[in-house]
């Protein structure tokens, strides 16, 4: 390399806390996928191993909350990160761990996926995790992504609702979360039987959008991990809130619309997409 040659840009690094998905559908592998799609550069924090296909989850092995410490501050001492996700924890002890490392971090925007179950309905977070999750890590979190069941469980013990019934307002849910210290909160409306999936943002003062997308069919394996990781992508790249959930809304639908069924279960978003079809564009011509 000549003096006169540029250095190639770094680009903006995204790490990511979560499971390993052996399927590659959610998890740890999703986010990967998700964010070196968009163009920045993902680091992992394992925090469990899971044994599961894409029909359901068999079995939640957490990694030692120590473990999870030491791998998120080798990372973090070495290298400048523009944005945190969260996704599952598997104990308490993790979601502690994590808390004490972000919390040397507050000027880094933290998105939290909480993934309290899989789509076929395996828990994935007792009473103990959730109110771990809410009292350490949600007054430390710039955007929380709950679809419609997880914002009602969220809300129910923060004294909102009873039992995760459908009737509890997804508003009053949204303000127990932004009261119990997130700044915003992006509830998705997947499970709702609404002709199209209204997806609402809302901050300190109310709605700040709501999207409406074509409600597609089959049931989809990661679609949680690819929108809350698509947005970390986006903040990490300096995108305002709005930008940030509306782009990672707009990528993650695209992802579900090209999806495929590799295996017996459930869909898997593409989050390559783009590429496949520039590839058969490039055949056309």
């Not at 999703?30 to 924090?45: E, K, N, Q, Y």
């Not at 990160?81 to 507050?106: M, N, Q, R, T, W």
């Not at 997804?170 to 992006?186: F, H, I, N, S, T």
């Not at 707009?250 to 079809?277: C, H, K, N, V």
């Amino acid at each position: 390399m000549t003096a006169a040659a540029k250095v190639p840009a770094v680009p903006p690094a995204v790490l990511s806390f979560a499971a390993s998905d052996p399927t590659g559908g959610a998890g740890i592998q999703a986010d990967i996928l998700t964010v070196a799609s968009l163009g920045c550069h993902p680091l992992s924090v394992l925090t469990a191993i899971t044994v599961q296909d894409t029909t359901g989850v068999e079995g939640v092995l957490p990694i030692d909350a120590g473990w999870v410490a030491d791998q998120a501050r080798a990372l973090l001492e070495d290298m400048p990160v523009a944005a945190f996700k969260i996704g599952l924890l598997g104990s308490v002890e993790v979601i502690a761990a994590i808390a004490e490392v972000v919390a040397d971090y507050p000027d880094i925007p933290l998105v939290l996926d909480p993934v309290l179950a899989s789509g076929r309905g395996d828990q994935f977070a007792d009473e103990e995790m959730i109110e771990a999750m809410i009292g350490l890590l949600l007054p430390q979190t710039t955007l929380i992504t709950p679809n419609s069941l997880e914002a009602r469980r969220l809300a129910q013990q923060l004294g909102v609702g009873e039992d995760g019934r459908r009737d509890s307002g997804l508003a009053e849910c949204a303000r127990a979360l932004l009261d119990a210290g997130c700044e915003q909160v992006l509830v998705t409306g997947t499970h709702e039987g609404t002709a199209q999936v209204v997806n609402t943002l809302y901050g300190s003062h109310g709605v700040i959008r709501s999207d409406r997308w074509e409600r597609l069919p089959g049931s989809y394996h990661g679609s949680g991990c690819t929108l809350a990781s698509a947005v970390a992508a986006y903040l990490a790249c300096g995108a305002g809130i709005g930008d940030a959930a509306h782009g990672a809304q707009e990528y993650t639908w695209r992802t579900l619309a090209a999806g495929y069924r590799p295996g017996m279960g459930q869909f898997i978003p593409d989050r390559l997409f783009w590429s496949r079809e520039e590839t058969d564009d490039a055949d056309k011509g």
